[in-house]
């Protein structure tokens, strides 16, 4: 059975203290792996899509990297503004379209 | 720029109504999605269509129903809402263009 799982379930972080958050997932075949941003009471915000082993995206303090067990999302140097819920998804090769979701880590970040 | 919009922002109605949730997408994607989200539980998929006039079950799709007869528009359907339906609800695209589920703003439903 596919699952994806996200740790830690929670993380509060200083202003400008740099952090990763953990995607693990067991799939029988890899499509792609999303990273989805939310904030409360809004809709999931789409970040980065990875499609293969050692592939690294980046968007602002964000780093997304992918191994083939694993995903992490990096933030560096991090601000209040990061806050939210980080979301990671997976698409296997036999669900087109169709992505099986983490239950997310919820980030804090303090000034 | 990819737009997904919802009907409603947030929604009140009575136990027993039959409930309307209707999202469109601008993207001419191929894929919708509906998703209920609630709090401990995640994401969790609802029903969702390959094109138009298809429809198959997501994860939980009992006391609800789906309706696409147009390639932009997805709807979902509460027959006879129940209190337990109260929660957020969730649209999304997918397409070949894009390669990437896209999701509306959200629709936070409250059943009395």
């Known amino acids: 059975e596919d699952q994806v799982t996200q740790s830690p379930e929670a993380l509060r972080l200083q202003e400008g203290e740099s952090s990763s958050l953990n995607c693990s997932y067991t799939v029988s075949g890899l499509r792609g792996l999303f990273w989805y941003r939310q904030d409360p009471g809004k809709g999931p915000e789409f970040l980065f899509t990875l499609y293969s082993a050692g592939e690294e995206k980046e968007k602002e303090r964000l780093k997304a990297t992918l191994t083939k067990k694993e995903s992490f999302l990096h933030i560096t140097a991090p601000k209040p503004e990061d806050s939210a819920t980080y979301l990671c998804?997976?698409?296997?090769?036999?669900?087109?379209?169709?992505?099986?979701f983490g239950a997310g880590t919820q980030v804090v970040v303090t000034p | 720029d990819v737009k997904v919009t919802q009907s409603s922002r947030y929604l009140v109605k009575r136990t027993g109504e039959k409930v309307f949730l209707e999202c469109v997408q601008d993207?001419?994607?191929?894929?919708m999605f509906w998703y209920r989200q609630d709090p401990g539980l995640g994401l969790r998929l609802i029903y969702f269509s390959y094109d138009v006039k298809m429809k198959e079950k997501g994860d939980i799709p009992e006391g609800y129903s789906v309706s696409r007869e147009k390639k932009e528009r997805f709807s979902l359907i509460l027959e006879s809402a129940s209190t337990n339906q109260t929660s957020m609800y969730l649209c999304?695209?997918?397409?070949?263009?894009?390669?990437?589920?896209?999701f509306g703003p959200g629709t936070r439903l409250t059943v009395l």
């Open positions: 999304a695209s997918f397409g070949l263009s894009t390669d990437t589920q896209y």
């Open positions: 998804a997976v698409m296997t090769t036999d669900s087109w379209g169709k992505l099986q």
């Open positions: 993207m001419d994607h191929e894929n």
